[in-house]
Structure formats: structure tokens, C-alpha cells
């Protein structure tokens, strides 16, 4: 749920329906949505059936929603992880009692060309336990990463590579 009507990337109008809050005050469901999402570790995610709720002060997402369509979770040293299958979807953060996702909402669909063998070369960076751009070019070298990986590294400066 949330209060933000500009995050979504396409709305339907519902008539009816409420959410009951903690203080029993009654909000107003206005409609429902997907909202595209960017996490802290760079990967997009879309969350789906998302509904527009006046009066919220914060996003809520339902672990029983999340539930309902096939995910797992299981918190553990402050840290909530969100799974599905084998993925781990999303990282949440215990903060003062409630678990906070680090993530930036991407309105509208802009798009954004990016180098690919680039992403080839972050992906592997990932894969890899976040192994330096040097590593990453030595097994490049070795076509151990594939054809362009070595290119699209020495395009892009250390601090580029998260």
C-alpha cells in the first residue's frame, strides 16, 4: 500500500474498499497498480497489485501478499529476506522495531541504454563475492566471462563496478 498516487505505472480506479489502521482510523482505497522499484544492491523489481491508500504516512508491503504469490521469508539477525524459489528477492532491514526496505521507486518508464557487456561484467562481479574490476578482467582474459567483458570494463572506471 501507499499514499503515493505518481509512483505508479498503471492505475485502475477501485470504488470502495478501506484499510483499518493501528489507531482505527479508516483510510480509503482509490485504486490499484504495479510500482517499479530499484533496490540498494541496483536490481529492479515490480511490485504488483499495489493499492493507493489516502491517508497512509508510509508504504506498507503485506508479508501475507507476498505469501499468497509464491514468497517466502525468513528474518534473522535483523536482516528479513524475501525469497522466491532459490532468488533472494529483497533485503529488509530491522530499524527501531520495523524492518525498512532500502529501495527508490522508478516512476514512469524511462528508458536507459546501458552498455551491455558492462552489465555482462557487473553481473559476473556479483556472482563472484563483488571480486575486483582486475579480477574480473584477469578471468575476462581467460574467456572465462566471455567475448566483450574485458572492453566494457576498460570503458568504465573501478568506482563504476558497486
Not at 10 to 22: A, D, P, W
Not at 50 to 72: A, C, F, H, M, P
Not at 80 to 105: E, F, H, P, W
Amino acid at each position: 500500500m501507499t499514499p503515493h498516487g505518481d509512483w505508479f505505472l498503471n492505475f485502475r480506479n477501485l470504488s470502495g474498499g478501506k484499510v483499518l489502521l493501528g489507531n482505527n482510523q479508516e483510510c480509503k482505497i482509490m485504486g490499484i497498480g504495479d510500482i517499479k522499484i530499484k533496490i540498494h544492491d541496483g536490481t529492479t523489481r515490480t511490485l504488483s497489485t499495489i493499492r493507493y491508500v489516502l491517508g497512509l504516512k508510509r508504504n506498507l508491503i503485506s508479508l501475507g501478499e507476498l505469501d499468497k504469490n509464491g514468497y517466502s521469508y525468513r528474518g534473522v539477525g535483523g536482516v528479513l529476506k524475501v525469497i522466491r524459489g532459490s532468488l533472494i528477492c529483497m533485503k529488509v532491514i530491522l530499524q527501531n522495531g520495523i524492518y525498512l526496505l532500502q529501495a527508490s521507486t522508478l516512476c514512469g518508464e524511462a528508458a536507459v541504454g546501458e552498455n551491455k557487456s558492462y552489465e555482462h561484467a557487473r553481473l559476473w562481479h556479483y556472482r563472484m563475492a563483488h571480486i575486483s574490476e582486475q579480477g574480473l578482467k584477469e578471468l575476462s582474459r581467460q574467456w572465462i566471462l566471455g567475448a566483450g567483458s574485458v572492453t566494457a570494463l576498460d570503458q568504465c572506471e573501478e568506482s563504476e563496478i558497486p
